[in-house]
């Protein structure tokens, strides 16, 4: 029994670290994140007019244009066309598909009520239910019952719209709605732009159809969503004018308490929206002063608390245009959704600001239909109709706009993905024990002021001196064997490593940390790449190092070659099953750990090779490299490949030569 102990402690006892380390990350950057919402409050606080919110607005709106890459420059027509109807009496249901962008066909289906004359329309976004639209079908019908037109179509990646489709899973290879999000997600960021500009021009462009309907009066539009579908409501509401009214639920929030928690996947979490001085609250100014619903539930992840926080804020600036009574907070049972007395107060809204307070807001029954009945497409996916995915919309935009830079530059921007405490690092020992001839010792180095990061040193008994090896994390069996080969090993655990991928299929790494670390300005390939310098401060420091390598293996060698960039000290480097580029990872609709790569608009002028380039080929031995789903891949170059089951010590004794 001691025994089974002692082997589950060990076993145990890298996840207890890791989870230790990625809770320390999480608190220093809600740190920064709570000091840039304090800033912001005290910007707020000092708006007394609606004149000075008029300009705050302004620069909200250039500000989240500018965060997002702007909209796609495109007016192309729709050409939409009705593929099938669904007729229920009082209104009927028509499977519309219209194009957003050349060959990028959005799905949907408008329900229309069948009587006369022109109706106030409402669009609806879907949050992440994987059947898109058909989620809609009750509070849409229930819409035209009461004399709207109403709007449900497709987000990519869910209904009809799933990316990289294999018939033969009759699924995505890449998992559900939001792992599919995830994966354009950091594409987008290489790019230099956000997901979320792809799914608010889908918006736009479903307002365009709605607008070009006989039965529509474009005047009097809406929008409303729950989840995802809150999110785009709120984007849209925000940056289209042609939205008059809007109600999103189980999304608005403050990252005063969001930030630790469900922060949201890729559309939901905009790169440098905390540092740009934003909080979500800003949605709801922009609005303002049209009417506008906040919903959410007892016990959703969207908390209650948060929500509250934006209200509150939210109603004093609406108190400036003489206009409190355009803004309400409900509040329904349950968990994340829109119950009965959420969607009744929906309705109750759309009725009081968009037909003039004349309709019943109860609801009432209607017919529910399974997915398929309400299917657009013959196929059930556009990808076989000839749409385009987005990964080749992202590349195609990436490429017409890519310019090369200098070294100088690609330098400057590293510093600035790589920007920590310029405070000295100070470290600590502990744990020391010898295994071996080799005193093995647990080392703690200063990253930040109020952040450390841990590492392990393997020292060999001899006092002659000795090359030193900085090793990316914790492979204990890799350090084991260079320090019996001779060399100093420090094995570095960067900040916030080590965490398991959590996604369905294991694609997605650290796409938390990497997405908070965004919101609040920061870029955690870069910050480890600081990290490892911190760490090759400290070998440097060991007395008889007299001059140091580095080895990291998969996307961990990105920020090795980060950090070998910006600083010379690094004299060889050996980067082992670490893919060649990130170039690739766009092209491809599926790919592992991208976020851990990524860095915001850096494929707009480089890529991996020419941080290769910079360091200086001869410097590197690179061994296997592999494709964003971890294959090996033969290519030309300076590239050595293993023969099977081809062992370490090889390669170990080049680096250290």
Not at 200 to 206: L, P, V
Not at 423 to 428: A, M, Y
Not at 518 to 525: H, K
Not at 631 to 656: C, E, K, S, W
Request: charged share 20%.
């Amino acid at each position: 029994m001691r025994l089974l102990l002692v082997l589950l402690a060990c076993l145990c006892s890298p996840l207890a670290e890791a989870q230790d380390s990625g809770a320390a990350l999480t608190e220093w950057l809600n740190s920064e994140a709570q000091k840039l919402l304090a800033s912001r409050d005290a910007g707020i606080a000092a708006i007394q007019s609606t004149g000075q919110a008029e300009q705050r607005k302004a620069a909200v709106r250039d500000k989240l244009l500018g965060l997002i890459g702007g909209l796609p420059n495109y007016a192309g027509p729709l050409n939409a066309h009705v593929t099938g109807s669904i007729d229920h009496g009082q209104y009927r249901i028509e499977k519309v598909i219209f194009e957003s962008l050349p060959r990028y066909y959005v799905t949907g289906n408008l329900y229309v009520p069948n009587s006369p004359g022109k109706h106030p329309a409402v669009l609806m976004p879907m949050g992440h239910w994987e059947g898109g639209k058909d989620a809609g079908q009750r509070v849409c019908a229930n819409l035209a019952l009461k004399g709207f037109v109403a709007l449900a179509f497709d987000p990519v990646g869910q209904g009809e719209r799933q990316q990289s489709y294999d018939p033969r899973l009759e699924g995505s290879l890449a998992g559900g709605p939001t792992d599919q999000h995830f994966m354009n997600g950091p594409q987008a960021i290489l790019a230099g732009e956000s997901f979320a500009r792809y799914r608010i021009w889908d918006a736009k462009r479903a307002l365009d159809y709605l607008e070009s309907r006989p039965e529509v009066d474009a005047d009097r539009l809406g929008a409303t969503g729950c989840s995802g579908g809150g999110t785009l409501t709120t984007y849209i509401a925000a940056l289209d004018s042609r939205i008059k009214v809007a109600a999103p639920s189980c999304y608005l929030n403050s990252y005063k308490l969001l930030f630790t928690g469900s922060i949201g996947d890729s559309e939901q979490s905009l790169p440098n929206f905390l540092s740009s001085g934003l909080d979500q609250t800003d949605y709801v100014e922009l609005f303002a002063p049209k009417p506008l619903l906040i919903t959410s539930t007892e016990q959703d992840f969207f908390t209650p608390a948060g929500a509250k926080i934006v209200y509150d804020e939210a109603r004093r600036w609406y108190r400036l245009y003489g206009a409190e009574d355009h803004i309400r907070w409900v509040v329904g049972p349950g968990g994340h959704g829109t119950p009965l007395e959420v969607r009744e107060a929906v309705y109750e809204w759309f009725i009081r600001w968009l037909n003039g307070g004349k309709g019943d807001w109860r609801e009432q029954p209607v017919t529910m239909h399974p997915n398929h009945e309400l299917l657009v497409t013959r196929t059930g996916q556009v990808s076989a109709e000839g749409s385009r995915e987005l990964n080749e919309i992202i590349l195609e935009g990436l490429e017409a706009r890519r310019k090369s830079a200098s070294v100088d530059e690609l330098k400057a921007y590293l510093r600035a993905q790589a920007r920590s405490s310029s405070t000295p690092s100070s470290s600590t020992r502990s744990g020391s024990r010898i295994v071996n001839g080799v005193t093995v010792e647990q080392i703690a180095i200063q990253a930040e002021p109020d952040l450390t990061i841990g590492a392990t040193l393997y020292t060999p008994a001899d006092s002659a001196a000795k090359p030193g090896v900085l090793l990316v994390g914790s492979d204990e069996a890799l350090a084991t064997k260079m320090a019996a080969a001779g060399a100093v090993v420090l094995a570095l655990r960067p900040r916030g490593t080590g965490m398991p991928d959590l996604s369905n299929r294991g694609l997605l790494g650290d796409w938390i940390g990497n997405t908070r670390a965004w919101l609040v300005g920061r870029n955690l390939p870069g910050l480890r790449a600081a990290d490892i310098l911190k760490g090759v401060d400290f070998l440097i420091s060991v007395n008889g190092v007299r001059d140091v390598r580095a080895v990291a293996r998969g996307v961990d060698g990105v920020w090795l070659l980060v950090a070998a960039t910006l600083d010379p000290r690094i004299g060889r480097l050996w980067l082992d099953r670490t893919p060649p580029n990130l170039i690739s990872a766009v092209k491809a609709p599926v790919h592992r750990r991208l976020h851990d790569a990524t860095m915001p608009g850096f494929l707009l002028h480089w890529d991996l090779p020419d941080m290769v380039s910079a360091i200086g080929p001869a410097k590197i031995q690179w061994t296997d490299p592999s494709t964003w789903m971890g294959h090996v891949t033969p290519l030309a170059g300076n590239y050595q490949y293993r023969y099977p089951d081809q062992p370490d010590d090889d390669f170990i004794q080049m680096l250290l030569r």
